[in-house]
């Protein structure tokens, strides 16, 4: 069984929003929620892999911060390390490259979304704070 490493970024914003991002109709886990990120590259830390996909996913540049949540996940095919990191945008405006759609929630409404399974365990974690 393929076994990927990957890592998300949890955006936050003033007013306490995360912001959330709608795979779209070409990615796996299609019309599900999670927070933005990708694969680690080859020598690649996972924080250096999260600054890359977000410049690359959403154009814009972020400083990262805590992990958030580590799980692994079983999806029929794959197997999925997710590391997800608290982070900040220092330049730039989030712009949807891949996603569907992207949208601020209210850490209080995050259940409000249909999320990927990966990504359930990090926003478990962040509504409990």
Request: proline share 5%; glycine share 6%; aromatic share 6%.
């Amino acid at each position: 069984m393929k076994r990927v490493q990957v890592v998300g970024a949890v955006i936050f914003a003033g007013n306490n929003e995360v912001l959330c991002a709608l795979r779209g109709k070409d990615m796996s886990q299609k019309g599900l929620w999670e927070f933005p990120g990708g694969k680690i590259e080859y020598g690649e830390t996972p924080e250096q892999a999260l600054v890359r996909e977000i410049r690359e996913e959403l154009g814009c540049t972020i400083k990262v911060h805590e992990r958030v949540e580590e799980t692994d996940y079983q999806y029929p095919t794959l197997q999925v390390n997710l590391q997800t990191f608290r982070a900040e945008i220092v330049e730039g405006t989030p712009i949807p490259k891949e996603h569907k759609e992207l949208k601020w929630m209210n850490v209080e409404q995050l259940m409000e979304l249909e999320w990927a399974p990966a990504d359930l365990p990090a926003v478990r974690k962040i509504m409990e704070k």
